[in-house]
C-alpha cells in the first residue's frame, strides 16, 4: 500500500506497542500534540498516557529516564523534537546508555530507541537543520539507523525495537511527507545490511535518508548521459555493511559517499576510509565525498539548499569522475 | 520496627549493633582499597573513598528492602556495601580483575549488580540520577512495589540534570528518593566556594518533593529519615534526603587535600559516625564491648579475605575486551589488528 514516511513511521510505533506492552513513549509534546512532526498522532488515545508520556522540556532528563526505565524493564521511544538538541544529553546518550551494558560487563543492556529528525529543508537554522550522525557513529556501543524510504521507516523501526541495545534512530524532517509503498509483512533487507537500490557499472554512490533519493535522482540523469550509476542505500551505520559496498566499489570501481552531515571528521569519511581499505587494488579514482558544507547550516533558502549535497551536485561530480 | 526475624525482640539496639557493622566493615573495606593500592594491585588510582560518610550508606541502605534499585555516585563503595555487595567480587572489580563485578571493565566507578539493584556507579556527576526516574516510571507503571535510589555527592547540586530529574520524579509522582551525601567538597572546593545556598532541603520542596536534611554522623537518624522518606516515595511522594559529613581524606588516592587545613581536618574527622555509634552501642544500648570488638574482627578478617581474593584473581582475558559492547548475539566491533589484516590482503 502506498503511504508517507510519517504514517509508516506511526503505524510502525502503533504495531510495536500492540505487539510489546513494555514499549513506552517519553518525549517533548508526544502525546495530546502528537509529536511536532505528527508522528506520534493518535498514539495517547490508544495506549493511555502511562505508554505516551508528555515530558517536560528536559533532554537530558528524557533520556537519562529511558535509560533507567530500559534497565528495569521497560522498552522505551524517547524522542528529541530535534537531533540539534542532542547536545543536551549527550552525557546520556554517550555515557550512559552507550556504555553500561560495557561498563558493568554485560550483566544488562539498555533496549531503548531514541528517535529524532535531522536534516535541511525548512530553513530552520543552524540549530534545527543539522545531521549529526557523527557524533552517533563515533561512540562504541549504540546502534544508528537512518531510514530514507517508507519502507525502511517501518520496518527498521520495527526492527530497532526488537533490539537489546540502544539505537539512535535518526529520520529526515524533509522525507515525513514522502510517499512510497509500504508491505508491513516483507522488509527489503534485514537490519544491518546495505541495499542496492539501482544497479550500475560505472560508479557506485553510496548515500542514507535523505541522500539515497538525491543519488537515485543523479544515477537517472546520469544515465541520460550513457553513465551507469549504482546506489547503495546504507539504512544502518551502525552496523555498517561495508561487505555490500565493497562488492560494488570493487565492480565499479568509482565510489562517491554521499552524506548530509558536515564534510570533516564525518560519516562519510569513516566510509570512504573503509572503501578504500577493502577496495583499493580496484580503485580507478580517488572516493570522493560529498557532504554538507563546514559552516553551520545558514537559514536563507539560497544558502541552505547550497549547503548539502544535491542531486546535480551528485550527478556532477560523478560525470567528473567517470570522463577523468 | 521490622528488624528481621533473626533480631526479632532486639528492636533499636540491634538495629544499631547491625548499623554500626555494615559502617565498621564499609570502613574496613576502603581501608583495604587503600591498601590495595599503596601495593599497586588496584586498577589505577581513580579510586574515591568514602571514610567518614559511613553513616549516610549504612542509614539509608538499612532502610531500603529488596528489590529497591539504586545508582551512586563515583564514592559509592560503601552503599553497594550496605546494599549487600560482595566485597571479593568489589575488591576484584576494583583491581581490574575477571573475577569482578563488571569483569573488570568498569572498575571502581562504575561498579553495579543487577542482581541487588544496583543500577550502576557512576563517574560523571549527577550522570546517574536520572535513571532512577526511569526506574521509577518502570516501577509505576508494572505495578511493582519498589523505590528507586539516587545517592550523589553535593557536587551534583550544582548539575543540571539533578533538577530535570527532581521536576519529572515530583510531576509524574514516582517512587523515587534522592539522596545527596553531603561531604563538604567537590574535589577540592568546598560547598561555600560552589553553591549559591545551602538550603537544599528548600530546593528540593520547591519542586513538590518531602525533603529532609540529616546529620551524617547520626547514623540512626538517618536511618530514621530514610525510612519515612522511603514510605513516602512508596506512596508516590518521591523525596530528597540531604546527610551532611565529613569526608576524612583526600578526593581521589593522589589528593592529599592541599586545600584544607589541619585544624579543619582534625575537625572534620571527629565528625565519626562509628565511634559515635560505638559510643552509644556500649552506653545506651548497653553492648559489651567484647561485642562491638568482635564486629570489628570479624570485618578486618572479611575485608582482608577480600584483599587477598582480589590480588590472587586473574587477570581478564585480552580478548574480554570486545565482549559487551553490544548483546552476545549481536554483531561486535571488529579489531583493529583484523581491519589493518584484511586491508593489506593478509587474512
Given amino acids: 500500500m502506498e503511504t508517507t514516511y510519517r504514517e509508516a513511521l506511526r503505524q510502525a ?86 556504555k553500561i551494558r560495557y561498563m558493568f560487563g554485560g550483566q544488562i543492556g539498555v533496549p531503548m530507541v531514541l528517535r529524532a529528525p535531522c536534516g535541511t529543508g525548512r530553513s530552520g537554522g543552524a540549530q534545527h537543520s543539522q545531521s549529526l550522525e557523527a557524533w552517533i557513529l563515533h561512540m562504541p556501543g549504540l546502534r544508528l539507523a537512518m531510514p530514507g524510504t517508507v519502507s525502511d521507516a517501518y520496518h527498521l523501526l520495527r526492527a530497532a525495537l526488537r533490539l537489546p541495545d540502544p539505537v539512535v534512530f535518526i529520520e529526515h524532517k524533509a522525507l515525513y511527507v514522502r510517499k512510497g509503498e509500504l508491505d508491513t509483512q516483507r522488509m527489503d533487507a534485514p537490519w544491518g545490511r546495505a541495499i542496492m537500490r539501482r544497479g550500475g557499472r560505472d560508479a557506485t554512490i553510496v548515500a ?40 560494488s566499489v570493487a565492480r565499479t570501481g568509482r565510489a562517491l559517499v554521499a552524506s548530509e552531515g558536515h564534510l570533516t571528521g564525518g560519516a562519510a569519511a569513516e566510509i570512504a576510509a573503509q572503501i578504500q581499505e577493502a577496495c583499493f587494488d580496484w580503485l580507478e579514482e580517488p572516493i570522493l565525498r560529498l557532504a554538507a558544507e563546514d559552516v553551520p547550516v545558514p537559514v536563507s533558502p539560497a544558502l541552505e539548499a547550497a549547503s548539502v549535497p544535491t542531486a546535480e551536485s551528485i550527478a556532477r561530480t560523478v560525470r567528473r569522475m567517470v570522463h577523468r | 520496627m521490622d528488624q528481621g526475624p533473626s533480631r526479632a525482640g532486639q528492636g533499636r539496639s540491634g538495629l544499631a549493633l547491625d548499623l554500626y557493622r555494615t559502617m565498621r566493615r564499609i570502613r574496613t573495606f576502603e581501608e583495604r582499597v587503600a591498601e590495595l593500592f599503596v601495593r599497586q594491585q588496584s586498577a589505577g588510582s581513580m579510586l574515591h573513598l568514602s571514610i567518614g560518610e559511613e553513616g549516610a550508606a549504612a542509614g539509608v541502605g538499612r532502610a531500603m528492602v529488596e528489590g529497591d534499585s539504586f545508582t551512586t555516585h563515583h564514592r559509592g563503595h560503601g552503599v553497594f556495601l550496605a546494599r549487600g555487595g560482595d566485597p571479593n567480587r568489589m575488591m576484584a572489580e576494583i583491581a581490574g580483575k575477571a573475577a569482578g563485578y563488571c569483569g573488570g571493565k568498569g572498575g571502581s566507578m562504575h561498579i553495579a549488580d543487577m542482581a541487588l539493584g544496583h543500577l550502576g556507579a557512576n563517574a560523571i556527576v549527577g550522570g546517574g540520577i536520572p535513571a532512577v526516574v526511569g526506574a ?105 534526603l540531604g546527610v551532611s559529613c565529613y569526608r576524612f581524606h583526600g578526593h581521589a588516592r593522589m589528593d592529599k587535600s592541599p586545600y584544607r587545613d589541619a585544624a579543619e581536618e582534625e575537625a572534620g574527622r571527629r565528625r565519626d559516625p562509628i565511634a559515635r555509634m560505638a559510643n552509644r552501642l556500649r552506653g545506651e544500648f548497653e553492648v559489651a564491648g567484647a561485642e562491638i570488638e568482635m564486629v570489628d574482627a570479624a570485618a578486618a578478617a572479611e575485608m582482608d579475605t577480600a584483599m587477598t581474593f582480589a590480588i590472587q584473581a586473574p587477570l581478564p582475558e585480552p580478548a574480554a575486551m570486545f565482549t559487551d559492547v553490544f548483546a552476545p548475539d549481536q554483531p561486535a566491533p571488529r579489531p583493529v589488528a583484523d581491519r589493518i589484516a584484511a586491508a593489506l590482503g593478509e587474512s
Avoid at chain 1, 74 to 82: C, D, F, G
Avoid at chain 2, 163 to 179: D, G, I, Q, T
Fill in chain 2, 136 to 240: 521509577g516510571l518502570s516501577y509505576r507503571r508494572l505495578r511493582r512495589p519498589q523505590v528507586s535510589v539516587a545517592f550523589f555527592g553535593d557536587g551534583a547540586m550544582q548539575q543540571g540534570i539533578l533538577y530535570e530529574s527532581m521536576n519529572m520524579a515530583a510531576l509524574w509522582r514516582l517512587p523515587v528518593l534522592f539522596v545527596c551525601i553531603n561531604n563538604q567538597y567537590g574535589m577540592g572546593t568546598h560547598i561555600d566556594r560552589a553553591s549559591a545556598s545551602a538550603a537544599w532541603d528548600e530546593r528540593a520542596r520547591s519542586f513538590g518533593l518531602a525533603a529532609a536534611m540529616v546529620d551524617g554522623e547520626d547514623t540512626l537518624a538517618v536511618y530514621d529519615a530514610a525510612s519515612a522518606l522511603l514510605a513516602g516515595a512508596r506512596d508516590g511522594i518521591p523525596g530528597y
Fill in chain 1, 208 to 247: 542514507y535518508s535523505r541522500m539515497v533519493h538525491r543519488a537515485l535522482e543523479a544515477a537517472e540523469a546520469l544515465a541520460a548521459d550513457g553513465i551507469s550509476a549504482e546506489v547503495i542505500d546504507l539504512r544502518t551505520l551502525n552496523p555498517l555493511d561495508m561487505e555490500t559496498v565493497s562488492a
Fill in chain 1, 13 to 98: 510505533l502503533d504495531d510495536a506497542m500492540t505487539a510489546d506492552s513494555a514499549i513506552t513513549l517519553l518525549g517533548e509534546e508526544v502525546g495530546r500534540y502528537g509529536g511536532a512532526y505528527g508522528v506520534t498522532k493518535g498514539l495517547l488515545e490508544k495506549f493511555g498516557k502511562e505508554r505516551v508520556i508528555d515530558a517536560p522540556i528536559s533532554e537530558a532528563g528524557i533520556v537519562g529516564a529511558a535509560v533507567g526505565a530500559a534497565m528495569t524493564g521497560l522498552r522505551p521511544v524517547a524522542e528529541l523534537m530535534y537531533v540539534d538538541f542532542i547536545g543536551l544529553a549527550m552525557d546520556q546518550v554517550a555515557n550512559q546508555a552507550a
